[in-house]
């Protein structure tokens, strides 16, 4: 005897659709970045196409903030160019690794008949605050020395 398949709409809470509302804005943010964006050749700055101001640090001291590149690494990541976004800025392309894990996490949860929300709550989150915190360091520490040295 098989098993019924879930039905997706019943049985979750209130903050499963929100996740799933958020997954769904984070790629949608990702297609809007692919496709409205143009990677600036410098390496930094594409956030500017957004309205967003240029980086402070970049304008006083010419020395780049941890943020420096990830745009720009997002949006090249989206487009396909996958060696320039790793080059550019390696956190943003982790970052944009991270937004598709999220989508596809959520997506595949739900339609398995998972509450979401149940679910991130059995996610140990400091492994990955620290795996985020030294990859953002480590990007920073690269685009340091691209901008510096390059």
Known sequence: MEAAPPVLWAGRSREHWLILLLAAGALAGLAVLGLALEPDARGVGTHEQLGLRPCLTMELWNVPCPGCGVTTSVTLATQGRFLDALKNQPFGFAVW???????????????????????LHAVRARPWLWAGGVLCVTGWIYKLWLVRFS
């Open 97 to 119: 690794l991270f937004v598709l894990g999220f989508v596809a996490w959520a997506a595949l949860g739900h339609l398995r008949g998972r509450d979401l929300w149940e679910r």
